[in-house]
C-alpha cells in the first residue's frame, strides 16, 4: 500500500518538468536526466503495486524512493521560485542512485504476498461473523424479499454498506433463518475476496448442492460451469456470495444460475455499489449504521456477556460505544479490549476520545485491515483522493465543491487520458461519486441536480487516513498546542492540517515555522484570537500550493489582506473562512459577515493561482490586474465583490468557470456585452443588505447575459423584474441554463416571467426564495418547462392559487414548497405527472395541508 503517495509524486515530477520546460530550460541536461531517473522509479512502484506490505526489502526501497522524490521536489520548486523572482542559479542535481537495489530486490519477492492476503480474508472474517444485535429488522426486509412470491424470476438482491458495518453478518443471519432453509431446495454460501478463484467458487457451491466425483474435479471450466448449471436446473436455490469486489465477477457467473421462473434468489455482499449495478437491475440494501442503542447493547454483549453492566460504569460505556459511531466492527474489537481490562471508571476513562486511535494501532489489526482491504483495492489515483479526506477536523461537513477544488490544486486530478474531453473538475466530481460508491466516503446532503453537497467520512476511517498519511509522509494533523510542540522532533511534513486552539508560544516553537520549503499545503482550521494566523502562514510557508485558513475571529471587524500573500509564488488554492460580528439585514433576515477592507494586486500576479474563495465581503473594487489572470478557474466571495471592465483591451479571464457573487452596478452589464468571461459555466449576481437594483440596470444586465455562451447555473438576488423582462429572449432554445435560483426578487407580472423562463429548453432546476410584492397566482402554460426536475418555492407569501395546464412540466421529479402561506391549493394536474416522485411541503396554511393528507389517503 505504500507505494501510492510515491507514485503520485513521482507522476507530479514528471509532469512538472514538461509543463514548466520554459523556467527550467537553462537546466535542461540535468532535467532530461532527472525525467529518466523518475520514469524508472515509476515503473518499479507500478510493478510492486499491491506487493510492498510484508515484504521488508520492498518497503526498504520505496521509502528510499520516498525521500528521494521529495528531495527533487524540494529543489526543483527553490529553483523555480527563484526563476519566478528572475534570481537565477545552477539547478543543483539530486539524482538517485537505488535503481540496481530495486532489480535486484525486485527478483526476491515471493508468495508471500498470497499467504497474507489469505490471512487478511481470515481476520476479516472472524470479525465480521461475530454475532451482531440490530439486525432484526434488516434480516426481516431481506427474508421478504428473498420469499417474494411475486417475482418467480431468478433475482440478485446486493447488501452494500463499508467495510465493518456487518454485512457477512447480516448475510449469515439471512443464510440461518428457518424460513429460508425451508423455503429452498438447495443453500449454498462462498466468500469471493479480492483475488477469487472462479474454478474453486464453482466448486464450493457444487458441493453444497451434492456429492462430486472425481470426474467433475477433471473437468475445464467451461464444462463445470454447465455441470453446476445442470445440477441447479429445475431446482429452486439460493446461493450467497459474500465479500464481492470486481463488478465482472457477475458476468463471470452468470450463466452458472439457470433462470426457470421458480423464485431462486442469489444474494451478493460487497462494498462496491458497481458491484450490485452490474449484477441486475433490483436497487441494493444500503445496510445503514447502529443508533446509540444497540451500539450499547451490542458492546455490554460483548463486554458483559450475559452480565448486567454496573451502574458506576454506564454512563462511561454509552460514551465508548457512541464514540464508535454505529460501526459494528468497531463496537465489537473495543468489545474485546474492555473485556480483557480492568472494569473499572478509571481505565475506561482512559479510553474516552481516544477510541479509533487505539483500535487502529499497530498492536491491534482487526480494524485496520478490514479498512485496508477497502484501501488496497483503490485505484492508484484514488488512493490521494481518498487519503486526503483526512485533513478535515472530526465531524466536519466537508462541502463537494471545496475538496473538489482542493484535490485539483493538490494536482491529484489527470484528464491527459481521459476519452471523454471531461475538464479537472468534472473528473473530480467523478472520483467523489467512486469513493462513495465504494463505500468509504459518506453523502451527508445532496444538491437539488442530485449532485453531491456535502460529505464526510466516519471517525475511524478518519483516523486510518491520517496513519496511512503519516506512514507515507502524506500529510499530518495537529490538533492541539502540545502536538504542534512535539513536531519539533519529527520531520515536516508535506501537507500539514492544524486544527483546534493553538497558541503563538506553540506557533512560535514549532519546527514548521521555520520558512519550510517542505509544506505544501497548509489548512487551518481553528479559533485564534491572539495573533493572525495569515499573517503566520505568509511568513513561514512560503512555498504552500495551497492555503485554506477557516477560523473563527471576532477580535477585528475587518481585515486587509497582507501584500505577502504576493510571495506564495506557487499558490494554486486560497480559501480564506473568517466568521466574524458585524451584523446586516436583508430582506428581513439577519447575517453575521465579515468583510475584507481592499483586495491586493500582488494576488492577481500569482501565476498559477486557480481558486479564491473569500467568506466574506469585499468591499472596494477588485484591482484591474484580475484580468491578467488567464489561469483563474473560481473567483467566489460569499457576501460579494465588485469587478470593473479591463484597462486594456483583449484581457479576459478565459478560464474562468465560476463568478461568485458580483455586487451588480452600472458596470456590470458591460462585464457580459464584451464576452470577457467565454467559459463562464456559474454565475450569482445581485445586492445584499436591502440596495435593489432598479428597472433599466436590470435590463440590461439580463440582456448582456447572452453573450454567456457555456453558462449553466444562474443566480440573481435582488432583482426587480418592473418590466416584461425576457431572460435571453433569442436565444432560449439553445441556451445552456439548467438551474436558474431567485432570492428576494420583485415581480409586477411573475406569469410573464414564468414564461419566458418555461422556453429556457435544457432548465432542469428552478428555486425561487422570498419573492417580494409578487401577483397571488402563478400560471404555467401547456408546452412550459419540457426538461424541468426539481421546483422549488420558498417564502412566496403572497401567491394564492397555482394553476398547471396540462403537459406543461412533464418531467418534475421533485417539487418543494415552505413557507408558501397564502396558498391555498395545488392543482390537479400535478398528480397526473407520470416522473413525479417527491412532493416536500412545510410552513403551509392548515386548509392546504388538510387536502393533501386526504390526496394522499387516496
Known amino acids: 500500500m505504500t507505494e501510492a503517495v510515491v507514485g503520485f509524486v513521482l507522476e507530479r515530477l514528471e509532469n512538472l518538468l514538461i509543463h514548466e520546460a520554459d523556467l527550467l530550460r537553462t537546466v535542461k541536461g540535468d532535467v532530461n536526466l532527472l525525467q529518466d531517473d523518475l520514469r524508472i522509479m515509476n515503473a518499479f512502484l507500478k510493478d510492486s503495486e499491491g506487493k510492498g506490505d510484508g515484504q521488508e526489502m520492498v518497503e526498504v526501497l520505496i521509502d528510499l524512493i520516498r525521500k528521494a522524490a521529495f528531495g527533487a521536489e524540494d529543489v526543483i520548486n527553490t529553483y523555480m521560485a527563484q526563476v519566478i523572482k528572475q534570481r537565477r542559479r545552477k539547478l543543483p542535481m539530486k539524482l538517485f542512485h537505488c535503481f540496481d537495489q530495486a532489480l535486484v530486490l525486485h527478483q526476491a519477492q515471493s508468495r508471500a504476498n498470497e499467504e497474507a492476503e489469505q490471512s487478511l480474508q481470515q481476520r476479516r472474517r472472524n470479525v465480521e461473523e461475530e454475532d451482531v444485535v440490530g439486525f432484526g429488522n434488516d434480516t426481516a426486509k431481506l427474508v421478504y424479499q428473498l420469499l417474494d412470491r411475486s417475482r418467480s424470476q431468478r433475482k440478485v438482491i446486493s447488501i452494500i454498506g463499508m467495510g465493518g458495518l456487518g454485512k457477512t453478518t447480516l448475510a449469515r443471519k439471512v443464510y440461518n433463518n428457518t424460513r429460508i432453509k425451508n423455503h429452498f431446495a438447495h443453500c449454498a454460501w462462498v466468500n469471493v475476496s479480492q483475488e477469487y478463484k472462479t474454478r474453486a467458487l464453482i466448486l464450493d457451491i457444487l458441493k453444497c448442492v451434492g456429492p462430486i466425483s472425481e470426474e467433475t474435479y477433471n473437468m475445464s471450466d467451461e464444462k463445470l ?327 473563527s475571529d471576532s477580535s477585528h471587524r475587518s481585515r486587509t489582506f497582507p501584500k505577502e500573500i504576493g510571495q506564495l509564488v506557487f499558490l494554486r488554492y486560497l480559501k480564506i473562512a473568517y466568521t466574524g460580528r458585524i451584523r446586516m439585514a436583508s430582506a428581513g433576515r439577519r447575517y453575521l459577515v465579515y468583510y475584507w477592507k481592499s483586495f491586493p494586486a500582488s494576488i492577481c500576479k500569482l501565476p498559477y493561482l486557480e481558486t479564491i474563495h473569500v467568506e466574506g465581503w469585499i468591499v472596494k473594487y477588485i484591482p484591474n490586474e484580475i484580468w491578467m489572470m488567464k489561469q483563474l478557474r473560481h473567483l467566489c466571495a460569499r457576501y460579494g465583490i465588485e469587478l470593473k471592465p479591463p484597462s486594456k483591451i483583449g484581457h479576459t479571464l478565459s478560464n474562468l468557470k465560476v463568478l461568485s457573487f458580483v455586487q451588480v452596478d452600472k458596470e456590470t452589464s458591460i462585464l457580459f456585452r464584451k464576452s470577457l468571461f467565454p467559459n463562464l459555466r456559474k454565475l450569482h449576481l445581485g445586492k445584499w443588505f436591502r440596495r435593489q437594483i432598479d428597472e433599466s440596470m436590470a435590463s440590461e444586465i439580463l440582456a448582456s447575459l447572452e453573450s454567456l455562451r457555456n453558462l449553466q447555473i444562474l443566480k440573481l438576488s435582488n432583482f426587480k423584474f418592473w418590466q416584461r423582462l425576457d431572460l435571453f429572449p433569442s436565444s432560449s432554445s439553445s441556451s445552456k441554463l439548467t438551474k436558474i435560483t431567485f432570492v428576494d426578487c420583485e415581480y409586477l407580472d411573475s406569469n410573464h416571467l414564468m414564461g419566458s423562463l418555461g422556453k429556457l429548453a435544457n432548465l432542469r432546476i428552478l428555486k425561487i426564495r422570498g419573492w417580494l410584492s409578487s401577483p397571488s397566482q402563478l400560471h404555467f402554460m401547456a408546452g412550459e418547462f419540457p426538461q424541468l426536475e426539481v421546483f422549488k418555492m420558498i417564502g412566496l407569501r403572497d401567491i394564492e392559487t397555482w394553476e398547471l395546464e396540462t403537459h406543461a412540466m412533464p418531467n418534475l421529479k421533485h417539487l418543494v414548497i415552505e413557507r408558501c402561506t397564502s396558498l391555498r391549493n395545488l392543482p390537479d394536474e400535478l398528480w397526473s405527472l407520470a416522473n413525479l416522485r417527491m412532493v416536500e411541503v412545510s410552513n403551509i396554511e392548515a386548509d392546504l395541508k388538510e387536502k393533501l393528507v386526504i390526496k394522499q389517503s387516496r
Open 225 to 551: 460451469k454447465g455441470e453446476l448449471r445442470d445440477k441447479l436446473k429445475g431446482k429452486r436455490y439460493f446461493v450467497v456470495m459474500d465479500d464481492v469486489w470486481k463488478p465482472q465477477f457477475w458476468d463471470e457467473m452468470r450463466a452458472c444460475f439457470p433462470n426457470d421462473s421458480n423464485g431462486s434468489r442469489i444474494l451478493i455482499t460487497s462494498r462496491e455499489k458497481e458491484v450490485a449495478s452490474n449484477a441486475g437491475s433490483n436497487p441494493p440494501y444500503f445496510l445503514p449504521f447502529l443508533d446509540k442503542e444497540e451500539s450499547w447493547e451490542l458492546l455490554c454483549k460483548k463486554v458483559f456477556q450475559e452480565e448486567k453492566c454496573p451502574s458506576n460504569l454506564e454512563s462511561l460505556g454509552r460514551q465508548l460505544a457512541e464514540s464508535c459511531k454505529g460501526l459494528p466492527l468497531s463496537i465489537v474489537v473495543l468489545g474485546g479490549i474492555l473485556a480483557k481490562k480492568d472494569k473499572t471508571p478509571q481505565t475506561w476513562s482512559n479510553l474516552i476520545g481516544n477510541v479509533n486511535w487505539f483500535l487502529i494501532d499497530d498492536d491491534n489489526k482487526r480494524c485496520s485491515d478490514i479498512l485496508a482491504l477497502s484501501y488496497s483495492y483503490l485505484p492508484r489515483k484514488l488512493r490521494v483522493c481518498f487519503l486526503y479526506v483526512g485533513v478535515f477536523p472530526e465531524d466536519f461537513l466537508i462541502p463537494a465543491r471545496t475538496l473538489i477544488q482542493m484535490w485539483v490544486a493538490e494536482g491529484f486530478i489527470s484528464v491527459q487520458n481521459d476519452s471523454r474531453k471531461m475538464d479537472e473538475i468534472d473528473v473530480a466530481e467523478y472520483y467523489l461519486e467512486q469513493l462513495i460508491d465504494r463505500s468509504l466516503i459518506q453523502v451527508a446532503s445532496r444538491k437539488s441536480d442530485g449532485g453531491v453537497k456535502t460529505c464526510r467520512i466516519h471517525d475511524l476511517v478518519r483516523d486510518f487516513c491520517i496513519k496511512m498519511s503519516i506512514q507515507e509522509k502524506f500529510y499530518e494533523v495537529r490538533v492541539n498546542s502540545a502536538d504542534l510542540r512535539r513536531s519539533s522532533n519529527s520531520s515536516i511534513p508535506r501537507r500539514l492540517s492544524i486544527q483546534g486552539n493553538i497558541d503563538s508560544e506553540s506557533i512560535s516553537s514549532s519546527r514548521t515555522s521555520n520558512n519550510s520549503i517542505s509544506v505544501g499545503s497548509l489548512l487551518l482550521f481553528n479559533s485564534y484570537s491572539h495573533y493572525n494566523p495569515l499573517k503566520w502562514a505568509l511568513k513561514n510557508f512560503r512555498f504552500v500550493r495551497l492555503l485554506s485558513v477557516e477560523v
